[in-house]
């Protein structure tokens, strides 16, 4: 498994600490150092097999900072990192999960107040010792202390892009040890939620403990948490992975009850009852002719169980897609044949939401049109971030800038063998209003709005102003939430798409794991009032453009048939909609 994304993690929470201590610019550095890596298409681990040298071929990794990346590698951690943990024991992700806490903060009450974990940080906001300190405030205690209720609820929640790696890098493992045979990711993650409380593998077979061996001594496994005869738990980079091992003749109906929801399966098993059936893990068996139905798991005759849509086919039903298995009215569409005609990964042919080292990004234009290419889109829309609310440090363009990196856009569409739209992502303000001018969004081919400020409270008219605005396309990211971190806008996504669908504009959902913004119950709303949704990674370097695929199955958890996908269509077909 590649490594980067460990080892960047470790750099970054150095470079917190170093922030906390007041370290003035040095934690920029190593926070520099920790993106290049990430992004890196090297494999960070067999740079370091070279020694510092090979580290240091990479962009802003200088020569103290590759040693620490050796040392990293080899030994999982590095010395001055475990020496800061010592010397100032806070617990900083944890803290910094907070909306508005960041290292600094962290810093700042630790110091005043020994403010050490979640806890500490709640009964000091409580007892009102916060707003004492100097720089806080009564507003910032009351922040803080809704921060940390629903930083406590998302705890122990992983994101879904966390967790999926881990899930198929699982099931490779399985797949390649001969007493397996068949393999299925469950529960939420087979479902594409946002976020996974574990990640659930079903295998198939007749020899379980040989399967369940090779699992507690599977390489990527960091702690075996329990094991059983047919089941066991590990841990595997920061994720707990659960491996259960059933009877092949049995894997159909434990992977339609292991993969979800709870609210679903309970649904599934009335719907079966009303038609005399019983439905388990072991099978559907038709009870009908029985007197007493406790008498055990398996009883009456079994009619399925081998295989999962068996299960749904016992009962009349069509199979019914994974991201559709929430208790939304799934079974009764079933039933009557309107199951939707989900689009299917595959079909997203381009991506409008793209930024460059103009504003945020990493590369430049022609650069992250090339990667498009290669990622094999059709077309790609650049997107830069615009000046205006919420854009902090610089990184907007105001329109003199935008107008420059127009020219050069379409210098590079001239030469590029994909459609490149010119775009924006421009801010949508608090009072509604966009954050470039009007000429210059006219000449745009594509203008993605998003709100980046003041994200609590109701944001519906805000965004109804926004996608009425005559040369808004996409609303990105409507919401503004970041998942585990902060709620976003409270929206009614209702009037928002209705007030899309009469304008044309698209919603986004968003794919980068951590906003999945709009999500899957939204998405079914936007699409039933009619609007068009538009799915984009919001990519600042190339990677990240297969993000795609979380949007697609966001996207899919909120029953979006292919027509209802800006993205999937042609370039000709986008070009129609944005005109
Ligand atoms: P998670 O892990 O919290 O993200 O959510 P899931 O859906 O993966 O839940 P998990 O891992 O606790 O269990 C996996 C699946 O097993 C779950 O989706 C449905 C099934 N299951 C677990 N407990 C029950 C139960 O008490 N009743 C029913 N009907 N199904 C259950
Ligand atoms: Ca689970
Ligand atoms: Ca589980
Ligand atoms: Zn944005």
Same mark, same amino acid.
């Given at each position: $498994?590649?490594?980067? /994304?460990?080892?960047?993690?470790?750099?970054?929470?150095?470079?917190?600490?170093?922030?906390?201590?007041?370290?003035?610019?040095?934690?920029? %550095?190593?926070?520099?150092?920790?993106?290049?890596?990430?992004?890196?298409?090297?494999?960070? /681990?067999?740079?370091?097999? &070279?020694?510092?040298?090979?580290?240091?071929?990479? *962009?802003? !990794?200088?020569?103290?900072?590759?040693?620490?990346?050796?040392?990293?590698?080899? %030994?999982?951690?590095?010395?001055?990192?475990?020496?800061?943990?010592?010397?100032?024991?806070?617990?900083?992700?944890?803290?910094?999960?907070?909306?508005?806490?960041?290292?600094? #903060?962290?810093?700042?009450?630790?110091?005043?107040?020994?403010?050490?974990?979640?806890?500490?940080?709640?009964?000091?906001?409580?007892?009102?010792?916060?707003?004492?300190?100097?720089?806080?405030?009564?507003?910032? &205690?009351?922040?803080?202390?809704?921060?940390?209720?629903?930083?406590?609820?998302?705890?122990?929640?992983?994101?879904?892009?966390?967790?999926?790696?881990?899930?198929?890098?699982?099931?490779?493992?399985?797949? +390649?040890?001969?007493?397996?045979?068949?393999?299925?990711?469950?529960?939420?993650?087979?479902?594409?939620?946002?976020?996974?409380? *574990?990640?659930?593998?079903?295998?198939?077979?007749?020899?379980?403990?040989?399967?369940?061996?090779?699992? #507690?001594?599977?390489?990527?496994?960091?702690?075996?948490?329990?094991?059983?005869?047919?089941?066991?738990?590990?841990?595997?980079?920061?994720?707990?992975?659960?491996?259960?091992?059933?009877?092949?003749?049995?894997?159909?109906?434990?992977?339609?009850?292991?993969?979800?929801?709870?609210?679903?399966?309970?649904?599934?098993?009335?719907?079966?009852?009303?038609?005399?059936?019983?439905?388990?893990?072991?099978?559907?068996?038709?009870?009908?002719?029985?007197?007493?139905?406790?008498?055990?798991?398996?009883?009456?005759?079994?009619?399925?169980?081998?295989?999962?849509?068996? $299960?749904?086919?016992?009962?009349?039903?069509?199979? @019914?897609?994974?991201?559709?298995?929430?208790?939304?009215?799934? @079974?009764? +569409?079933?039933?009557?044949?309107?199951?939707?005609?989900?689009?299917?990964?595959?079909?997203?042919?381009?991506?409008?939401?793209?930024?460059?080292?103009?504003?945020?990004? #990493?590369?430049?234009?022609?650069? $992250?049109?090339?990667?498009?290419?290669?990622?094999?889109?059709?077309?790609?829309?650049? /997107?830069?971030?615009?000046?205006?609310?919420?854009?902090?440090?610089?990184?907007?363009?105001?329109?003199?800038?935008?107008?420059?990196?127009?020219?050069?856009?379409?210098?590079?569409?001239?030469?590029?063998? @994909?459609?490149?739209? +010119?775009? !924006?992502?421009?801010?949508?303000?608090?009072?509604? #209003?966009?954050?470039?001018?009007?000429?210059?969004?006219?000449?745009?081919?594509?203008?993605?709005?998003?709100?980046?400020?003041?994200?609590?409270?109701?944001?519906?008219?805000?965004?109804?102003?926004?996608?009425?605005?005559?040369?808004?396309?996409?609303?990105?990211?409507?919401?503004?939430?970041?998942?585990?971190?902060?709620?976003?806008?409270?929206?009614?996504?209702?009037?928002?798409?209705?007030?899309?669908?009469?304008?044309?504009?698209?919603?986004?959902?968003?794919?980068?794991?951590?906003?999945?913004?709009?999500?899957?119950?939204?998405?079914?709303?936007?699409?039933?009032?009619?609007? %068009?949704?538009? @799915?984009?990674?919001?990519?600042?370097?190339?990677? &990240?453009?297969?993000?795609?695929?979380?949007?697609?199955?966001?996207?899919?958890?909120?029953?979006?048939?292919?027509?209802?996908?800006?993205?999937?269509?042609?370039?000709?077909?986008?070009?129609?909609?944005?005109?």
């Amino acid at each position: $498994m590649r490594r980067n /994304a460990e080892i960047a993690s470790l750099l970054e929470a150095y470079a917190d600490r170093l922030e906390a201590q007041g370290v003035d610019y040095k934690h920029r %550095t190593y926070r520099r150092a920790a993106e290049s890596i990430r992004d890196a298409p090297e494999d960070v /681990a067999d740079l370091a097999a &070279e020694g510092p040298e090979g580290v240091q071929r990479l *962009d802003d !990794v200088g020569e103290s900072i590759s040693k620490k990346v050796v040392e990293a590698v080899e %030994t999982g951690t590095f010395e001055q990192l475990e020496d800061s943990r010592e010397e100032f024991p806070v617990e900083m992700a944890e803290l910094t999960s907070v909306e508005g806490v960041g290292p600094k #903060t962290v810093g700042d009450l630790y110091r005043a107040l020994d403010v050490r974990d979640l806890d500490d940080l709640e009964r000091a906001a409580r007892e009102g010792e916060i707003r004492a300190v100097s720089g806080f405030g009564e507003k910032t &205690e009351r922040n803080i202390l809704d921060g940390v209720e629903f930083a406590r609820q998302s705890q122990g929640r992983q994101l879904l892009g966390d967790a999926r790696p881990v899930g198929e890098a699982a099931l490779a493992f399985f797949e +390649a040890i001969p007493e397996a045979g068949r393999c299925e990711l469950a529960g939420s993650l087979r479902r594409w939620k946002p976020t996974i409380g *574990d990640v659930d593998v079903l295998v198939g077979s007749d020899d379980r403990e040989a399967v369940v061996d090779a699992f #507690t001594d599977w390489a990527e496994a960091d702690e075996v948490i329990e094991a059983g005869s047919d089941k066991a738990s590990v841990r595997s980079n920061g994720q707990r992975v659960d491996l259960r091992v059933v009877a092949p003749q049995e894997f159909g109906s434990a992977l339609q009850y292991f993969s979800g929801s709870k609210a679903h399966n309970i649904r599934f098993r009335n719907y079966a009852i009303e038609r005399g059936y019983k439905v388990n893990e072991y099978g559907i068996f038709d009870v009908s002719e029985l007197e007493d139905l406790d008498s055990g798991q398996r009883v009456g005759e079994r009619v399925a169980g081998e295989t999962e849509d068996g $299960m749904y086919e016992a009962l009349d039903l069509p199979p @019914i897609p994974p991201e559709l298995r929430e208790d939304r009215g799934e @079974i009764d +569409a079933a039933a009557s044949g309107d199951l939707p005609d989900l689009l299917a990964p595959g079909e997203v042919r381009g991506d409008l939401h793209v930024h460059t080292d103009w504003s945020d990004g #990493t590369l430049s234009v022609e650069e $992250m049109v090339a990667a498009a290419a290669e990622f094999g889109h059709e077309f790609v829309c650049i /997107a830069d971030h615009a000046t205006g609310p919420g854009m902090v440090g610089g990184v907007g363009l105001d329109d003199e800038a935008l107008r420059e990196q127009l020219t050069e856009i379409r210098a590079v569409a001239d030469d590029a063998d @994909i459609e490149v739209f +010119a775009g !924006v992502e421009a801010n949508v303000a608090a009072d509604g #209003t966009v954050s470039v001018g009007d000429d210059l969004l006219a000449d745009l081919d594509c203008v993605v709005a998003s709100p980046h400020s003041g994200l609590d409270g109701d944001g519906t008219d805000r965004l109804v102003a926004a996608v009425e605005h005559p040369e808004v396309d996409v609303l990105g990211h409507p919401s503004g939430r970041l998942i585990n971190q902060r709620a976003g806008l409270e929206l009614d996504v209702e009037a928002v798409a209705r007030a899309a669908a009469d304008h044309g504009t698209a919603l986004e959902v968003n794919s980068n794991p951590h906003r999945l913004d709009l999500w899957g119950s939204a998405v079914k709303q936007a699409v039933e009032a009619g609007a %068009t949704v538009a @799915i984009d990674t919001d990519a600042h370097a190339p990677p &990240e453009y297969g993000n795609v695929r979380y949007g697609v199955h966001t996207a899919r958890r909120g029953w979006a048939e292919t027509d209802d996908v800006l993205n999937a269509r042609d370039a000709a077909g986008v070009r129609a909609f944005l005109d």
